[in-house]
């Protein structure tokens, strides 16, 4: 069982960016696609971006497209989601997750959760 721990969150101004860390328990970080998706007050968990097992594919939300860049270090058991021109509709905590197989989209799909980091865009 694989263990998620997110840091890297914060407080940041409208324009500022961010990069979010997710360090992996285990050994096997490697066979786990990877995936990070936010929650905002009053809405559903939404997905933010994805990526293969070797970091070769990733997957974007329409909104994070051009602004987001999830990417991955296996050798440190970390996948990392860098955020630049944030905006206040960026503020949600952001969790990372990990699933078996191949990058999924839908949060039903993934087996193992962090317990989320809070972001905060003033504007």
């Known amino acids: 069982q694989a263990q998620l721990v997110e840091s890297g969150g914060g407080l940041v101004q409208a324009g500022g960016s961010l990069r979010l860390s997710c360090a992996v328990s285990?050994?096997?970080?490697?066979?786990?696609?990877m995936g990070w998706f936010r929650q905002a007050p009053g809405k559903e968990r939404e997905f933010v971006a994805a990526i293969s097992t070797s970091g070769a594919s990733t997957y974007y939300a329409d909104f994070a497209k051009g602004r987001f860049t999830i990417s991955r270090d296996n050798a440190k058991n970390t996948v990392y989601l860098q955020m630049n021109s944030l905006k206040p509709e960026d503020m949600a905590v952001y969790y990372c997750?990990?699933?078996?197989?191949?990058?999924?989209?839908?949060?039903?799909?993934?087996?193992?959760w962090g317990q989320g980091t809070q972001v905060t865009v003033s504007s």
């Open positions: 285990g050994r096997t970080f490697g066979t786990y696609a």
């Open positions: 997750a990990a699933n078996f197989g191949a990058p999924r989209t839908f949060a039903r799909d993934y087996v193992y």
